[in-house]
Nanobody
Framework: QVQLVESGGGLVQAGGSLRLSCVAS????????MGWFRQAPGKEREFVGA????????YYGDSVKGRFTVSRDNAKNTMYLQMNSLKPEDTAVYYC????????????????WGQGTQVTVSS
């Protein structure tokens, strides 16, 4: 079992920044890929970004490229999402997940999820 807990969400004005954290506990280890997704009311869960444990390489959804950055601190079992130049359309609940198998951009490829943290961007 792996427990994931997100934090750092809140209310921010358009153009502002936030940094989300995702702390893993339980049967932890750093040898798995992890990702961020978001879900706005009435919409499907959307891929935001992922980080690969072997290389540290990152991969992003088109809507956040150039604005968001995923990083991780394996010693702290923590993944981060730095969000800059936020837009009202970034408003959603943000979830972190542990990748299990398949494409990292697909939510069905993840076997553990956090409870989510709300991000609201005002115009």
């Amino acid at each position: 079992q792996v427990q994931l807990v997100e934090s750092g969400g809140g209310l921010v004005q358009a153009g502002g920044s936030l940094r989300l954290s995702c702390v893993a506990s339980g049967r932890t280890g750093s040898n798995y890929d992890m990702g961020w997704f978001r879900q706005a009311p009435g919409k499907e869960r959307e891929f935001v970004g992922a980080i690969f444990y072997r290389t540290g390489n990152t991969y992003y959804g088109d809507s956040v490229k150039g604005r968001f950055t995923v990083s991780r601190d394996n010693a702290k079992n923590t993944m981060y999402l730095q969000m800059n130049s936020l837009k009202p359309e970034d408003t959603a609940v943000y979830y972190c997940g542990k990748h299990y198998s398949g494409f990292v951009s697909s939510s069905s490829s993840y076997d553990y999820w956090g409870q989510g943290t709300q991000v609201t961007v005002s115009s």
